[in-house]
């Protein structure tokens, strides 16, 4: 059943690589003219949220970045909008945990990066910063539109904070990085591990917007999952 499975995977991962999604074009065709409630975990500088808000129409912003500076940016850039930021870090508990913040802050995490690119090692700082659960912040059955998931090492946990939403199927669209290769200390490649575990709830993979390679070697995705009967 299992290898069916991954079978029926490698399949459609080979009809997606195919071609450059037009990430714009598929969300236009899902929501349309719909007002948008996103929801932003690691949101950094907001470059995610501009994309949404020039390509949708955006109604309420909830965003999750631990970097003070960065979120007081978007706070100042979408000060008209519906926002609502948190410097929490979500995962699968409620805590605190230490926080690594490079010069590259995309590369920021709950975990501190080994060397598969030595040249993005560079720590600024440490910190620490409160964990919490999805599903203890937005437990009053809202629906969300989008989800985007970008967490470094941590996206995995994140979506398991998330297990009564995906059951409950309050989210549309989920927006995932995932990983084929360690580029944290303590952690594994997630690609497998997530497709497995949202297909739990029938959230399954339909396009792919961003593709990164080392050495010809396939890194990382940014993946879309839809939830399907």
Do not use: W
Request: hydrophobic share 35%.
């Amino acid at each position: 059943m299992l290898l069916k499975y991954y079978q029926k995977l490698d399949d459609a991962m080979s009809y997606l690589l195919a071609s450059t999604a037009n990430e714009g074009g598929l969300l236009k065709k899902v929501f349309k003219k719909k007002p948008i409630f996103l929801v932003d975990i690691g949101a950094n500088e907001g470059s995610f949220i501009d994309f949404i808000d020039k390509n949708l129409l955006l109604n309420k912003i909830y965003c999750f970045e631990p970097i003070t500076e960065l979120s007081e940016k978007i706070k100042k850039k979408y000060n008209q909008k519906n926002i609502y930021i948190s410097n929490l870090a979500l995962s699968d508990k409620a805590g605190k945990k230490i926080f690594y913040q490079y010069a590259i802050t995309s590369t920021s995490s709950l975990y501190k990066q080994n060397n598969t690119y030595k040249s993005l090692k560079d720590l600024k700082k440490t910190f620490k910063v409160e964990t919490n659960r999805f599903d203890k912040i937005f437990n009053k059955k809202q629906k969300i539109d989008i989800c985007k998931i970008d967490v470094q090492g941590e996206d995995y946990n994140v979506l398991l904070g998330m297990k009564k939403n995906l059951q409950n199927k309050n989210i549309k669209l989920l927006k995932v990085e995932l990983s084929f290769i360690n580029f944290y200390q303590n952690t594994s490649a997630n690609f497998y591990k997530i497709l497995h575990y949202l297909e739990k709830f029938n959230y399954r993979i339909i396009s792919i917007s961003k593709i990164k390679f080392k050495d010809n070697k396939l890194i990382f995705v940014d993946a879309y999952f839809q939830y399907k009967k």
